[in-house]
């Protein structure tokens, strides 16, 4: 066992790709996005804005005079039959046009007309940061003429008021408690966590399967397996010490994981951490240790399935091809989960996540989550089963022959006599 | 073809006792009626010999003509279709775990493990076999005296020549007292020196501490040179069986090259 993970750490491919890659890459995302978020910002702070009074009005003038105290926006001033040609000239990312008549309407109670051109010069997130930043200025600009129509009809009533006549105090009812505070806060925090906890669960599988898909075939390819099979070791015990390799280096790649993520989290993205006051969000104890049990017992039928199935490869590179089996049952349930729960899917898809068994513990992240006990057990006493099957069905392969022919069934002929 | 009658196979309990003791009589292998199929592909068609215990058995023929296979089956990677293949009493399927407990096996394409060092590749196999600290010590150091690498042992076998990878590999084999070693062309692909080496160890072993050793090569100087009996084996069958001298003294040929061509070509 010391040999499997002296051999599978010293191996570039893993350090590489399980340790340092998820280390580096989440700061290096963090990095670049942050220059790409800082030049777009950039961007937004100044924006050139073109407007093109024709109806010079009262009201017009209101909107030049909102447009010019607005910190973003640099006002430009168009007039002409070329207005669009001379906006353009002066660079401007957006037009405001008002047509004559604009202030006639909103004197008369009437709604009036604005067009709004914006010109997309790339096809960016920026470039949205933009179009909200005008819609913003526009609604604000919308505000500000109500409240001087109100003033100017209603003198008595307070504008503010009337715009916003109400008052609304959200609290969430969770678990049949009252908490106090906003249910999107609340639920933006539960949404958080069981959209990373799917996600995190499929990357940990992934990496584990990974390296167990390729153990026997790197065996194979470095004509090491024959060897290890005619040694006074049990075979039981050669199929242990691939899964827990397996384990143990996926488990460095969670933590290098982590690692590289919480550090993105906390350099690049210093949100606020919404933390719901009073509601008991914290998971007990117990809950953990359902599911770390769920997620232990839906590893090693994973790993034993990964290995069985790349005991059938004659190298690394094929072997990579047959772990695809592996991840589609793994990437089902991660994304199914990830935007829905399971009870909100139609029937079919139900079943199907519970079928698969790698459902289980993304599922138990879940059901925990609000105290749901019930269905992590059920899943529990189905992967066990799951579990024993795969284990007995490995271990009789790893007893056999078929370990050393199984590429046998593909290519007879190249057996060697 | 002579075949022994069957010696009493000793119970599993009796086995260690069994490893440290010679039993007279007993075979070291005892071959039977083997047949092996691959798919609907007769492999080996009905094989039977028998090696004597201290004696070196080896197994000569064309490509294909099964040797492989046999000696696959001998180390118990690969089951018979029919027939009775014994190690020492030790049945190759039905006591499989007792068996790789008193073989050794080189395949012919034997790899080591490129991100140890030939030192923690020997250490890791010893402790497999080293019931304390001082047997492993032993076994350590028998294996470090028949690689003969020198300083070169603590560099990563990643960066060993063929030769030397051979050389670690048969350190491998030795270095654990087999009762039974089963080499698959030991000295395939080997420059002079390196073959000199291996074929060295090879002779001292069986010589002076009495292993057993059935293995197959291409090289009959080798053949000639390490085995006391020789068997032919030509498309799943064998065709001829006896020491160098009587094979000869058969075929009326000069050396076991003449042999070999003589009988491939009434194969």
Redesign the interface.
Known sequence: M??EI??LV??PRILVGVILVPLLIFPLMGGLSSIAMESAQKELASIRVALVDEDHSQYSSLVKDVLSRMPNVILVDVEGANWMDNALAQDARAIIRIPDGFGENLSKGLRGNVELYVVVKSLSMSESGVQGALSGALSYISRALSTVIIGAYAPGLNATNVLNPLIVESRTVFKGEVVDAPPERFVSSAIAQSFTMPIMMLIIMVLASQTAVTSIAIEKE???L??L??????RVTVLWGKLVGSTIVAALAVLAYVAGFSYYMAVFLPVQQVSPSGASLSVPVEGYLVLATSLFLSLISLLALSLLIGAYAQDVRSAQSLFGLIFIPILIPAFLLMYADVSALPLGLQILLYVIPFSHPMIAAKAVFVGDYLTPLLGILYNVAFTVLVLSIATKFFS??KV??AR?ALR?GA??? | MKVNARPERPKRKDFNRLSSRVIPGLMAVRVSNLVKYFGKKMVLKGISFNVERGEVFGLIGPNGAGKTTMLRILATLLVPSSGVVEVFGLDVVKDAEEVRRIISYLPEEAGVYPRLTGLEYLEFMASLYAKDEEELRKIIDEGLRIAGLGDRIRDRTSTYSKGMRRRLLLARVLMVRPKLAILDEPTSGLDVLHAHHVRRMIREYAKQRGLTVVLSSHNMLEVEFLCDKVALIHDGRIVAEGSPRELKEAYGAENLEEVFAKVARIG
Not at chain 1, 229 to 234: E, I, R
């Open positions: 010391l040999k002296k051999e010293r191996d470095e004509k090491t024959e060897t099979l005619t040694l006074p070791v049990k056999s022959e050393v022919t046998i007879r057996e060697a006599t």
